[in-house]
């Protein structure tokens, strides 16, 4: 069987306030290994703890942490995040003069060159 991608985060706070990356088989076994993370940065309990099944992204974020999706479950406690809004799992980071950058950033980039 195949790991999924699963990002955990507090209900109430939201993932901004922090989130965890999990591969694991499925979404209890996600939060097993991550809530005490969760509830280590935001004082939660195990009930407030989601995790959210990314099936779209999880073949680029097993790429970009470095994960074999038919290995072992484990947690990625600080995924590889954008360099300037500091999120991470929307898209593949991209490259873009020194920084790792979301999507969403490189194209507020492309609007400032339009502007020009
Ligand atoms: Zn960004």
Known sequence: MKLRAYM?????SGPCEGAVLVFAHSAM?????GWRTIKEWTGTEYLNVVARHMPSEQGWLA?????DLESEPRMIGSPQCCDR?????????????GESVCETCADEDDDAYLEE
């Open 8 to 12: 955990l985060f507090d209900c109430e």
């Open 63 to 67: 790429a970009q942490e470095g994960v």
């Open 85 to 97: 809004c500091e999120l991470w799992g929307t898209a593949p980071l991209i490259q873009l003069s």
């Open 29 to 33: 076994d996600a939060k097993r290994l």
